[in-house]
């Protein structure tokens, strides 16, 4: 199901020109459709970017959305920042809870605008059903009924006195409306500390970011990274402790403004 029109709706009140789409989650989303592919979605259309292995179908299944082939010497990088130019987009949200933070830093420092965190305009998005998923829902469930309706006609059933191992399964082991709400929550936090984190390393060089990243999130040892930068460790190790305290400011700067 395509959902591009309900996102360019969303994007004034984020206060955003557009939104850049690279995950897959992201892109079956907006497209109903994949590809590894970029999507562009502006307020006033889409952009998307394929190989070929793709294209065929995309033309086929994509609707609403320009569609671009990617090739040698000109790839998704390159053709986001054609279409940015040619639009004028200035300020552009992006899937801070999908894109790791080394591939930030690479669309930010080559494309021509400000790339702004965004995952909540889908995660809402998607929070929320529009009345075609309502229907597709209904229409899922009316299949089922249907189905037991049939089972129960053709006698296709156990006995009842049977021991019925996935029912008592389900019983025992279902998520009960506690937990569900909870895990949701957790999804919730945890999407706003990532989004927490993206604004707090975009504050920082990107190579700063980078070591940051490989010591505290990809769990790299000092010497790891000073080997890979060729450097000395302890002049990474003393870069690094630099670099918290810096992030511990910021921090600290936005609980005393009320930004936490």
């Not at 309706?149 to 059933?157: E, G, L």
């Not at 706003?192 to 940051?212: D, F, G, M, S």
Request: charged fraction near 30%; aromatic fraction near 8%.
């Amino acid at each position: 199901m395509n959902h591009l029109s309900q996102i360019a709706q969303k994007l004034p009140e984020h206060d955003l020109d557009a939104l850049l789409i690279t995950s897959e989650p992201g892109e079956r989303y907006a497209l109903g459709f994949h590809g590894e592919g970029v999507v562009l979605v502006t307020r006033k259309g889409a952009h998307y970017s394929t190989d070929g292995r793709y294209m065929e179908q995309a033309k086929l299944q994509v609707t609403g959305a320009e569609l671009t082939l990617t090739y040698t010497g000109k790839g998704h990088m390159a053709l986001a920042k054609e279409y940015m130019k040619e639009h004028h987009l200035e300020r552009v949200g992006f899937e801070s809870g999908q894109m790791p933070v080394d591939e930030y830093h690479h669309w930010a420092e080559l494309l021509p605008c400000i790339l702004t965190p965004a995952q909540g305009l889908l995660d809402g998005l998607r929070a929320s059903k529009d009345p075609q998923e309502l229907e597709a829902m209904r229409q899922a469930q009316r299949e089922m009924n249907n189905y037991e309706r049939r089972k129960v006609y053709h006698r296709a059933w156990y006995s009842l006195d049977a021991y019925s191992w996935a029912e008592n399964y389900a019983l025992e082991h279902g998520r009960s409306p506690e937990e569900i709400l909870l895990e949701r929550e957790e999804r919730a936090e945890r999407a706003e500390l990532i989004r927490q984190v993206y604004e707090a390393l975009a504050t920082l060089t990107p190579l700063q970011a980078r070591r940051i990243h490989a010591r505290y999130i990809s769990g790299l040892k000092v010497r790891e990274i000073a080997a890979m930068e060729g450097v000395n460790p302890a002049r990474v190790s003393q870069c690094i402790q630099g670099d918290l305290r810096r992030l511990r400011k910021y921090f600290e700067r936005r609980k005393r403004t009320g930004g936490l």
